[in-house]
Structure formats: structure tokens, C-alpha cells
């Protein structure tokens, strides 16, 4: 499962910006298929990324995210090696977690 | 007699089961203020009272967007003591798009790609300590991408 997922944590000048992708297909609970039925709404509620375990950053999403949402975030307290760790939970109930290591630049 | 009470008992444990965990998904997420369609409910729903315009924070947004279902947004806050970030759109089909918890040692500072559903005013809320501040950008969108 972690091919639905990438992360990449680069550390410079003090800064660790983190880049990670999840593959997901956000959907509104607006659009129809070709039938004309209304896809149910299918999208991440949830996103928790943790450094070295202690929690972050936690978002709270609506359907107002892009497909195969792209998220980039900012720590001011990690340094090369550490890890960082960012999980979802979409309304289906369905989750995904990925983890990484944060490389200097 | 029996049948309906076996028929009752099922659908009690079935909506037990079905409830148990919407409602430990509800208690993070914020389900009203995601709901709500105007922006001001939405703000309401983060528990917003006042909200002061703000310098301190630069939303970079594109002027022109060629595909609202994908618009890479920028929102970094200068403010001190930022704690959350919320992400609204007016004229979406639900305003809020996305609400982010920061600690002390993230900088408050995201990067993301959402929707938008038409031409309007893109808002970043930010929160630090009871204050709410806000900046926004209107962004021109030649395709909606809210379907």
C-alpha cells in the first residue's frame, strides 16, 4: 500500500521541508458516472504527520482538496535522520501511512 | 411478535455499529463547519466570533486559474503564536477546504493543491491564541473543479 503514498523530508539552512503525496480520488459526492448515478462522496477527512513519534501537524479536509491531494509543510526542529511519519483517514473509513527519513540537503 | 423484535434488536446493534464510529471520526473532524456552505457559517463552525484583516500573512494563489480542480496554493503566516491555518474558498459548493493544527515547531507555513468551484475571493484564517485573523486573494477561474 505505500505506493499510494510518497514522502520526501529535505533539511536546509534549519528548515526540513516535507512533500508528501497521497493517492486518493477526493470525490465530492457531486459528480455522476456515465449511468447518471451520483458517485458517493469519497474523500481524506484526516491527515496526522508525526516527527519522531510527537505529533506535528493534523489537518482537517473537505472535499475542496485536489485529487491525489499534495501537501508540503515545514519543520523547524528536524534534523537529518529523523522521522517523519504522515498518516490519512478518509470518510469511508479507509487510511494509509507512510514514512521517511529526513535527508540534508 | 418475535420477528419484530428480533427485526428491532438488528436494526439497533446494525445502527450501533454504524454510529460508533462516525462519531469517533466526528469528535476530530469538524463536521459542521465542513458542512456549512456560506463562509461565514463555515468560519462560525471553526469557532470564529471576530476576525481582524491582516498583513501578517501572504496567500499566494495563481490570478488566473486555467482548471479549478487543481490550484496550488501557498499560506504562510508571520503572525506570532500561529496555531491553525484554515483554507476557505467563497463561492465553493462548502466554503472550508481544509483546517491545519500546527505545533509550536512547525513553521506555519503549507503548501496544497484544492479545488475551486468558480471566480472568487480564496480566504486564509489564521489562529493564535482567541484571535483570528484573515487575508485573501480573489482568484479568476476559468473552469470549476468542484464536481
Given at each position: 500500500?505505500?505506493?499510494?503514498?510518497?514522502i520526501?523530508?529535505?533539511?536546509?539552512?534549519?528548515?526540513?521541508?516535507?512533500?508528501v503525496?497521497?493517492?486518493?480520488?477526493?470525490e465530492?459526492g457531486r459528480?455522476?458516472?456515465?449511468?447518471g448515478?451520483?458517485?458517493p462522496?469519497?474523500f481524506?477527512q484526516?491527515?496526522?504527520?508525526?516527527?519522531n513519534?510527537?505529533?506535528?501537524?493534523?489537518?482537517?479536509?473537505?472535499t475542496g482538496?485536489?485529487?491525489?491531494?499534495y501537501?508540503?509543510?515545514?519543520?523547524?526542529?528536524a534534523?537529518?535522520?529523523?522521522?517523519i511519519?504522515?498518516?490519512?483517514?478518509?470518510n469511508?473509513?479507509?487510511?494509509?501511512a507512510?514514512?521517511g527519513?529526513?535527508?540534508?540537503a | 411478535?418475535?420477528?419484530?423484535?428480533?427485526?428491532?434488536?438488528?436494526?439497533a446493534?446494525?445502527?450501533?455499529l454504524?454510529i460508533v464510529?462516525?462519531?469517533?471520526?466526528?469528535a476530530?473532524?469538524n463536521?459542521?463547519?465542513f458542512?456549512?456552505v456560506?463562509l461565514?457559517q463555515?468560519?462560525?463552525?471553526?469557532?470564529?466570533?471576530?476576525?481582524?484583516?491582516?498583513?501578517?500573512?501572504?496567500l499566494t494563489?495563481?490570478?488566473?486559474?486555467e482548471?479549478?480542480?487543481?490550484v496550488?496554493?501557498e499560506v504562510?503566516?508571520h503572525?506570532p503564536?500561529?496555531q491553525a491555518?484554515?483554507?476557505?474558498a467563497?463561492k465553493?459548493?462548502?466554503?472550508l477546504?481544509?483546517?491545519f493544527?500546527?505545533?509550536?515547531d512547525?513553521?506555519?507555513?503549507?503548501?496544497?493543491?484544492?479545488k475551486?468551484?468558480?471566480?472568487?475571493?480564496?480566504?486564509a484564517?489564521?489562529k493564535?491564541?482567541d484571535?483570528y485573523?484573515?487575508t485573501?486573494k480573489y482568484?479568476e477561474?476559468?473552469?470549476?473543479?468542484?464536481?
Amino acid at each position: 500500500m505505500t505506493d499510494l503514498m510518497k514522502i520526501r523530508a529535505i533539511a536546509k539552512n534549519g528548515v526540513t521541508e516535507v512533500k508528501v503525496l497521497m493517492l486518493h480520488p477526493m470525490e465530492t459526492g457531486r459528480r455522476k458516472n456515465e449511468a447518471g448515478e451520483v458517485i458517493p462522496a469519497h474523500f481524506i477527512q484526516l491527515v496526522t504527520a508525526t516527527l519522531n513519534g510527537k505529533i506535528v501537524l493534523q489537518a482537517q479536509w473537505g472535499t475542496g482538496v485536489s485529487k491525489n491531494p499534495y501537501l508540503t509543510f515545514y519543520l523547524l526542529d528536524a534534523k537529518a535522520g529523523d522521522v517523519i511519519a504522515v498518516k490519512w483517514q478518509d470518510n469511508q473509513g479507509q487510511s494509509n501511512a507512510i514514512e521517511g527519513k529526513v535527508v540534508a540537503a | 411478535m418475535n420477528r419484530r423484535l428480533l427485526l428491532k434488536s438488528g436494526i439497533a446493534l446494525l445502527s450501533m455499529l454504524l454510529i460508533v464510529p462516525l462519531r469517533a471520526l466526528a469528535a476530530v473532524w469538524n463536521s459542521q463547519a465542513f458542512a456549512a456552505v456560506q463562509l461565514d457559517q463555515a468560519l462560525q463552525g471553526l469557532g470564529v466570533k471576530q476576525i481582524e484583516a491582516s498583513d501578517q500573512i501572504t496567500l499566494t494563489a495563481p490570478d488566473f486559474a486555467e482548471n479549478g480542480a487543481i490550484v496550488q496554493i501557498e499560506v504562510e503566516s508571520h503572525i506570532p503564536g500561529t496555531q491553525a491555518i484554515a483554507i476557505l474558498a467563497e463561492k465553493n459548493p462548502t466554503a472550508l477546504i481544509a483546517n491545519f493544527i500546527l505545533e509550536p515547531d512547525t513553521k506555519p507555513h503549507i503548501i496544497l493543491r484544492i479545488k475551486l468551484g468558480e471566480s472568487g475571493a480564496l480566504k486564509a484564517v489564521i489562529k493564535a491564541g482567541d484571535q483570528y485573523y484573515v487575508t485573501e486573494k480573489y482568484v479568476e477561474v476559468a473552469k470549476g473543479g468542484c464536481n
